[in-house]
């Protein structure tokens, strides 16, 4: 019996070597797939908590912009106000002088430009707040998630303070400017029209729609090639400003500054910004249309005219003027407004965001 089987074994002997090759190597091919399984299981579990905390991290980023721009809309309509001062002139018209026909007139240009120069800021305001924290957080991402292993951080605390500075470029000498081009293309529209002549919601909207393009079209034409100079001044005058005596701080909010205006200069943050405007002076036109209703025996005064009723309604430009002048008290509020919550909620205000998160809180590695 013994000597029969090991015949056979002797005869076989290829086929069980190499079967017991190939049990071993499958073997031995199943650990090292189990092995390599659970690498990419672990490898996954890790990107997936990474890209979990990126996303809370940017989400919270977003909530931070909004709060931020709350609070800074307060300043910006004192800066506007202190510039177009329409109330001293409403109080001196209430002494009625000699010269009350040109204070009136006065008072025509500087309600609208204020109100226009107002809805401008607040959407530049909106989207670089945007541009900067977003790149401030994305910097903040890689310092608390990568360079743990006590290297320099990206952004310091000293120099996102000054960094995060730079916007009082838009409040301060790029708001004058503002001012300046945007009281210039009113002045050029709305002078000629007499204080008596009525206009419709929708004659108001065609010489809101000449103003526009006379601040935006000759922007381009003029020194300041786009409205991204209102935000923040030219490159030679941010280096000139501070060439001597750089710190390593200096250097670094320099190369933020330098990121942050060749996105302003990108082409989808003008369209995102025009967008922004269009959505603005939407929005602007809409609370002006609750003065435009008809007579209250023309239609049901529960209802919300639509435009094709409210375009028949005319009032003498006299009486538009102060309710222009009390728009950017709506405008520039700080209780969250339709007009502010319009221009937060706007999807590609929100994807552009995304994108310029995405783009500063990955790795430097990671994008050759």
Request: charge should be neutral; aromatic fraction near 8%.
């Amino acid at each position: 019996m013994l000597s029969s089987t090991w015949n056979f074994i002797k005869r076989h002997k290829r086929k069980f070597i190499f079967a017991g090759v190939f049990v071993g190597g499958v073997y031995l091919l199943g650990k090292y797939a189990q092995r390599k399984i659970q690498e990419m299981q672990e490898r996954e579990a890790a990107e997936y908590i990474t890209q979990a905390r990126r996303q809370f991290h940017f989400e919270s980023n977003q909530r931070t912009c909004n709060m931020t721009v709350l609070s800074m809309l307060p300043t910006l309509r004192e800066a506007i106000i202190h510039h177009l001062n329409s109330e001293s002139i409403t109080a001196l018209l209430k002494t009625k002088p000699a010269n009350k026909l040109e204070i009136w007139e006065d008072l025509k240009i500087i309600s609208f430009t204020r109100s226009i120069v107002a809805v401008y800021s607040t959407c530049m305001l909106v989207v670089l707040l945007r541009v900067q924290l977003n790149i401030i957080g994305g910097y903040l991402y890689l310092d608390n998630s990568v360079t743990k292993n006590g290297t320099t951080p990206l952004a310091p605390s000293d120099v996102q303070q000054q960094y995060l500075s730079s916007i009082q470029h838009l409040l301060g000498e790029g708001l004058i400017e503002l001012i300046t081009v945007v009281k210039k293309a009113v002045q050029e529209v709305l002078g000629p029209v007499s204080l008596k002549q009525s206009l419709s919601l929708q004659e108001l909207e065609q010489q809101l729609t000449q103003i526009r393009q006379l601040v935006e079209e000759g922007c381009a034409s003029s020194k300041h090639k786009s409205l991204s100079w209102y935000m923040m001044p030219d490159e030679e005058n941010t280096l000139a400003s501070q060439a001597c005596g750089l710190t390593e701080n200096d250097v670094t909010t320099i190369k933020l500054l330098n990121e942050t205006r060749d996105m302003l200069e990108s082409p989808d943050f003008t369209t995102v910004l025009r967008t922004c405007l269009s959505r603005g002076f939407i929005r602007f036109l809409d609370n002006m249309s609750e003065f435009f209703r008809p007579p209250q025996g023309d239609s049901n005064p529960s209802s919300t005219p639509d435009r094709s009723v409210l375009s028949h309604v005319s009032l003498p430009l006299a009486k538009i003027i102060p309710i222009i002048n009390g728009q950017i008290h709506s405008i520039c509020s700080e209780i969250p407004s339709h007009f502010v919550q319009d221009l937060l909620l706007i999807d590609q205000v929100k994807e552009f965001a995304a994108n310029v998160y995405e783009t500063f809180s990955t790795p430097q590695e990671l994008q050759k």
